[in-house]
């Protein structure tokens, strides 16, 4: 071999972009062969080939580490799932079309069709008095906590065993928000327990917003039922783990900051409202989605079944006019609610009723695919000790 296909030492640590120490330790590990120079034989050299080949490895680890970072946050898909799609502007569920499924199906049938089951419901009448609390929210933790207690893990179980734990789980948390044990279609008990007339037009919009919202591909509460079902826990466990990321304001929470916008657009005007966002590079909260750039299309699809109050209307307009970005579920979701006259709880009793079918869908196909779910971390704290020391 050619002395040219040997190089020094700190020619070697400058094209690995590391220090002696680091070299000396490929050397040690056998990645880096090395030699005396001829020369100076109180010198060594170090095989050029080697570290080309360990800083082309190094780049490739460095561009991986990049596109996973960059996963975490609307980036490149990174976990295969045969449930929900975005595509072309159109949310899919397991390949239909959510708009159309909205116009008359029902939260179980689509629950159903997620979890990629077929034929009748499956439900248990056995359900327990749901848990007193002071809240909605409160409810459906202690219900969906009080099932994850005891239920066995989902880990092993028989489909069917599977999917009527499933249907049950959708009809407990359910009674936690009605506030009872209830029978029927779910929109129908919430439109019930709401004041709204089973079977009228209320009812009817809740079951919209119901199918509307049942699952929204690999959103972080999905993400956390299925980290949760790579386990082996139960589908109880597994929703829980759901609703409580769903909790937070950059979630389910969000919705509360489209309600503090269209409030703000109430007292001083909608257009004197956005104004002073921008001014001050605020976000206009339930306008504008990142994986729909040309509208929402949930939105346009349940703010065509009812006209808005007089002050969502204009805000409505206003934004249209002054930025172009056009409303999200978000918005439409508390639109429907406040034209309903509902509490203010509403919004996120019908996100976590309806993404409960999600959740357990994602829940069951992560554990067919029984894999744990377990990414590394890429460590940037203090320098590690010397174990040696």
């Avoid at 990174?78 to 079309?97: F, K, N, P």
Wanted: include cysteine; glycine fraction near 10%; proline fraction near 6%.
């Amino acid at each position: 071999m050619k002395l040219a296909d040997w190089i020094p030492a700190d020619d070697a640590c400058a094209r690995l972009g590391v220090r002696s120490q680091t070299l000396y330790a490929y050397v040690s590990r056998g990645r880096v062969s090395v030699r005396p120079d001829p020369n100076d034989p109180r010198r060594s050299l170090y095989r050029a080939e080697d570290v080309a080949a360990l800083t082309a490895r190094k780049s490739r680890s460095r561009k991986l580490s990049e596109v996973a970072v960059g996963a975490m946050s609307w980036g490149e898909p990174v976990l295969a799932s045969e449930i929900t799609t975005v595509s072309g502007g159109r949310l899919y569920y397991r390949g239909r079309d959510a708009i159309r499924l909205a116009e008359d199906q029902t939260l179980e049938a689509v629950a159903r069709l997620l979890r990629g089951g077929h034929g009748a419901a499956l439900k248990r009448t056995d359900r327990p008095k749901p848990p007193e609390g002071p809240s909605i929210r409160a409810r459906a933790y202690a219900a969906l906590a009080g099932r994850a207690a005891v239920d066995p893990p989902a880990r092993g179980r028989a489909p069917l065993a599977l999917a009527v734990e499933a249907a049950t789980l959708l009809d407990v948390l359910t009674d936690a928000v009605a506030g009872s044990v209830g029978g029927g279609a779910i929109h129908n008990r919430l439109a019930f327990a709401w004041g709204q007339g089973p079977g009228g037009p209320g009812a009817d919009l809740i079951r919209r917003m119901l199918v509307l919202v049942a699952d929204h591909e690999l959103n972080a509460s999905a993400f956390a039922a299925r980290v949760a079902a790579s386990t082996g826990a139960s589908l109880a466990a597994s929703a829980l783990a759901g609703l409580a990321t769903l909790s937070g304001p950059r979630h389910g929470g969000a919705v509360e900051a489209v309600r503090d916008f269209a409030n703000e657009a109430s007292e001083r005007g909608a257009r004197e409202a956005i104004t002073a966002r921008l001014a001050h590079d605020r976000a206009l909260p339930g306008f504008g989605h990142q994986l729909y750039p040309d509208g929402d299309p949930r939105a346009a699809a349940l703010l065509e079944r009812f006209e808005p109050t007089a002050s969502y209307a204009r805000l409505l307009e206003a934004v249209a006019g002054e930025t172009g970005l056009k409303p999200t579920i978000d918005f439409a979701l508390l639109a429907a609610c406040k034209r309903l006259k509902l509490g203010r709880e509403a919004p996120f009793a019908l996100f976590a009723v309806a993404r409960c079918a999600g959740w357990i869908a994602h829940a069951i196909e992560q554990g067919q695919a029984d894999t744990l779910i377990r990414p590394r971390a890429r460590y940037t704290g203090p320098a590690l000790e010397d174990a040696g020391g």
